[in-house]
């Protein structure tokens, strides 16, 4: 029986969330179809890193929430920084919004990285696409630049791995801000001709100390397409890393009611009964070891 | 007109009764919508709805389909979730002890694929504390077996309702499909069964393309339609069964607001649901309460049930 609450050590139902009008403070594009946008909300000083807002969009024929994951949070401003991708009309109508436009928000939703369990570790946050912008505010919170995060917390190195599709490289500048990044790019215009995983090679094999040193106090985080969390997974497992994945999936609800959104589950799940955790609120993070990709 | 008459009216008595249950006020939730209250109690204090429906419950857990389970259409959305619960027994120790604590009238779902499926629940909810009434799901389009076969058989909705009735403790609602020819023999025949009550619509089939992976949006290829695209559909069906039999109707189908729910209650529902809507907006069933009791102020309706097939 897998209990996914004992498992990542989040504790749902904490009553937090809520649904609320929120003002676009910044918009601006990054690249193509990527965009970034500032959004004052109530609940910035809550929010925990890898998890999710919904978004509604102004349009009575596009009715369901869009999640979109958290890619930083200002608590002194009352803001959320989110980098999606446009991957449709809804999206394309929320892009569309200018500076000074309400939207609704839901949020914060989901459980977040277990960020305890980079304690003293070398973390490796392994991002690829549009899975990339919550690798951003994970780092500033273990490095204790958002929030105030206990010492002990702190990994005692942080290293972004991302690949990206060409040399729009977006966000890069800002993930420098937080540790080394490995950079991929899918055509190789841009750092390793490949994937994450060919980045991470690299990078194993020029490291001076050898393999075990450098795995055998190391967590990885990750987001991204489901092939190259399949791909990490089998990376992670050989050489005995922890890994935590954080999960994407077609969601109605987004708060844990309608099982829309559920993934399979390597055993009986806690709450259904059944191989199904729910991405949304038993997620989007889970335990690499718990899931079946 | 006189000054007494401009002063504000007494709040409206928005008290209805199914089957001899008296709900606080008509506006319950719709099963699989709310899961079984907890999700929405974060956001909310559930004591302000008449009543919860809570996720189809069978006697064993279910896996329910592969995903992609949900897709949008056009003012709506398409599901396929087949039914995922995590069965009676767990149920039972786990979400009807909360619902009991909450202020509020509980109706459980039956789902099942065969006769004995249903019963078994049915059985299982015999006399259990805090299950109020009981909704049969013998409309749901997404099982292979059982729910919508049953449903759209006059014979099968007679029989299935006659030993729901003979097994239960409770009041039996029979939840109809709209994937029928003519609801009302459907209707007629829940109640020839011995129904209590009767609740509809439920989801319409439907399908959706996706033409840039050419395939199916869902992996169950077809899906039941909710929200305010079918609101039309179920207005129309509330009203015909409304006048075919003397059962009182739960009405649902895209109810968003508390515009929606009086279109519902003059079609001649009793009580309403509110099922899509809660994804929509976590607030939605709450909401419409609210906005009912404030139609019947701005109205000028002493009580809510005035409103019931006030439409002829």
Redesign the interface.
Known sequence: MINMKKRTGFVC???M???ETAYIKEKKWLAEGIVSMRLSVSFAALVKAGQFVSL?VRD??????RPISIADADAEAGTIRLVFRVAGE?TRQIAAMEEGEALEV?GPLGNGFPLEAAAGKTVILAAGGIGIPPMLLTAKQLLCTTGARPRWCTPALCVHADGWRNEETFLLDDLRETGNVLIATDDGSVGVHGTVIDALTKWENECTTGARPLWCNAVIFACGPKPMLRALKEFAAERDVPLYVSME???????????????KTAGVDD??????ARVC?DGPVFDARDVVL | MTKKKEAKPNMPDMRVSIAGVELKNPVVTSSGTFGSGQEYSEFYDLARLGGITCKGIADVPWEGNPVPRVAEISSGMLNAIGLQNPGVEEFMRRDLPFLKEQDTVVIVNVAGHAEEEYLRVVDALNGAEGADLLEINISCPNVKAGGLAMGTDPRMVERITRLSKEHASQPVIMKLTPNVTDIREIAKAAEAGGADALSLINTVTGMKIDIERRTFALSNKTGGMSGPCIKPLAVRMVYEVARSVKLPIIGMGGIMNADDAVEFMLAGATAVSVGMANFVNPYAAAEVADGLRDYCVRHGISAVRELIGAVR
């Open positions: 139902g904490d009553k969330k809520r649904k509604f009575t024929a596009r009715l369901l929430p809804g839901l999936e077609r969601m109605a609800c987004g708060v844990g009611v309608c099982l829309g959104c559920v993934t709450h259904s009964k059944v191989c199904n609120t």
